[in-house]
């Protein structure tokens, strides 16, 4: 399974695009749409939209590989699309030690959603963006729940 078109959507509408190196709010160097520089990443000058879109497409297929692993149990596509934008977001080792998890690979898909609605603060307060961008994963993991959930592809 792969991240769709609004899962795409959703991470970028999200993080936003900047050409150059910012600090998120973590104190993270950042680039493009919400990739975080690492020591070995090597950016002068500006990037442009279809190098970020290149970028981005590595760090959404590391978070989808991150949900294959983690995940046991059958989703469907908005449910794999809200964590892979949960993952790219938080990181992997979020979710792996996470209720939402727990609940989720226990088969209460319900419960699960409610779960992403939790991931919103930054340290001790509740961040507006962070809240807005839990509502629209909950909404994306919770729209297709008349759908039936997909079979896990090995990826």
């Known amino acids: 399974m792969h991240t769709s078109a609004a899962g795409i959507n959703l991470i970028k509408q999200s993080e936003g695009f900047r050409a150059t190196p910012y600090k998120d709010t973590n104190g993270l160097l950042t680039i493009g749409y919400g990739h975080r520089i690492r020591p070995t990443d090597c950016f002068s000058g500006r990037m442009t939209e279809a190098q970020a879109e290149t970028i981005l497409a590595a760090d959404v297929a590391s978070a989808e590989q991150s949900v294959i692993q983690l995940v046991k149990v059958p989703l469907t596509q908005g449910q794999f699309d809200a964590l892979v934008d949960f993952v790219f977001n938080l990181g992997s080792g979020r979710l792996a ?50 759908a039936q959930p997909q079979e896990k592809s090995a990826a």
Do not use: P, Q, V
């Open 97 to 146: 030690s996470s209720t939402l998890l727990k609940d989720l690979n226990a088969g209460h898909y319900t419960d699960a959603a409610r779960e992403i609605l939790r991931w919103d603060h930054s340290g001790d307060t509740i961040s507006r963006g962070l809240e807005h961008r839990r509502m629209a994963e909950y909404k994306l993991f919770s729209g297709n729940s008349a």
